[in-house]
């Protein structure tokens, strides 16, 4: 067992004089702590307001007649709308805006 510290203790020492293997110990030593700090820092707070405001969240609660009711856009438009049979960019700023007022969003959030 002594014979084992003696050559780690000479391994050490020897380290010091080679830059390469000084070198390689380091990256090898330095490097995964980098990693696990940039990557626990991009996740330290997955649900805070800077992560989740870009995404787009559905409401729920709203039927379409509702929706119309409260927008002053005719049902059918709403139904073509999310059928897909009508395309929202083509829609007018005005029904744009008007549904976005209704549903607490962005007029950019519609489109």
């Not at 004089?17 to 991009?42: E, K, M, Q, R």
């Not at 927008?71 to 395309?87: A, D, F, M, N, P």
Request: proline share 2%; hydrophobic share 40%.
């Amino acid at each position: 067992m002594k014979n084992i510290f003696k050559i780690i203790r000479a391994d050490l020492r020897h380290i010091k004089t080679n830059v390469i293997a000084l070198c390689v110990i380091i990256g090898l030593t330095v490097i995964p702590a980098l990693y696990s700090w940039f990557n626990i820092l991009s996740n330290w707070d997955p649900y805070g307001q800077a992560s989740t405001s870009r995404i787009k969240v559905a409401v729920a609660g709203y039927t379409q007649k509702d929706l119309s009711e409260q927008s002053g856009v005719t049902l059918r438009s709403i139904q073509q709308y999310e059928q897909g049979k009508k395309k929202i960019q083509k829609a007018s700023a005005e029904t744009v805006r008007a549904l976005a007022r209704s549903l607490g969003c962005q007029m950019e959030d519609l489109l």
